[in-house]
T-cell receptor, first 111, second 114 residues
């Protein structure tokens, strides 16, 4: 069965610093990969997704993610974090019959 | 505005008292789904529906019921709630349910069962 691991439960970065959130997946074939963000009191919003092609994917709000098949990873990055990026971030992997979410990484942004 | 709405947003109840959480979408989506979110576990799927009158179990269906009588509505029913169903619940929808599609999430319902 496919699975998703987000190794970092909580990350704190300073405003303006770069950010990388880790995501590792387990799946036999090439999966569909997603990053969602959940702002406080809100539902989840899609940041970006990867299905095939260019392994560097651009999303909304200045985020990008890179698919690395050899490492089974799909890490989310942002070059300069804004205070409004404080939220919980979920990586997800999907196949034709199943979709799995990671446990989430909570991002705190220091002034 | 395209959206998924849930009601109520917050609910406190007691063990055994039946409750229903409503979910409605205005995007004419065929696929709808319910998730529960618990700390350290992420989102887990409870039930999903590929279309009207078609529902199926997700990963954690025990203690829940759903119905899909209309395309836009997908209520979640707890016939006899228990404290272990205290959680944050999300409804989601997508166009046809293919997993490459974006899912649109409601704002969540926070349930406390005493």
């Amino acid at each position: 069965a496919q699975s998703v691991t987000q190794p970092d439960i909580h990350i704190t970065v300073s405003e303006g610093a770069s950010l990388e959130l880790r995501c590792n997946y387990s799946y036999g074939a090439t999966p569909y990969l997603f990053w969602y963000v959940q702002s406080p009191g809100q539902g989840l919003q899609l940041l970006l997704k990867y299905f095939s092609g260019d392994t560097l994917v651009q999303g909304i709000k200045g985020f990008e993610a890179e698919f690395k098949r050899s490492q089974s990873s799909f890490n989310l990055r942002k070059p300069s974090v804004h205070w409004s990026d404080a939220a919980e971030y979920f990586c997800a992997v999907a196949s034709q019959n199943d979709m799995r979410f990671g446990a989430g990484t909570r991002l705190t942004v220091k002034p | 505005e395209a959206q998924v709405t849930q009601n109520p947003r917050y609910l406190i109840t007691v063990t055994g008292k039946k409750l229903t959480v409503t979910c409605s979408q205005n995007m004419n989506h065929e696929y709808m789904s319910w998730y529960r979110q618990d700390p350290g576990l992420g989102l887990r799927q409870i039930y999903y529906s590929m279309n009207v009158e078609v529902t199926d179990k997700g990963d954690v269906p025990e203690g829940y019921k759903v119905s899909r009588k209309e395309k836009r509505n997908f209520p979640l029913i707890l016939e006899s709630p228990s404290p272990n169903q205290t959680s944050l619940y999300f409804c989601a929808s997508s166009f046809q349910g293919y997993f490459q599609e974006t899912q649109y999430f409601g704002p969540g319902t926070r349930l406390l069962v005493l």
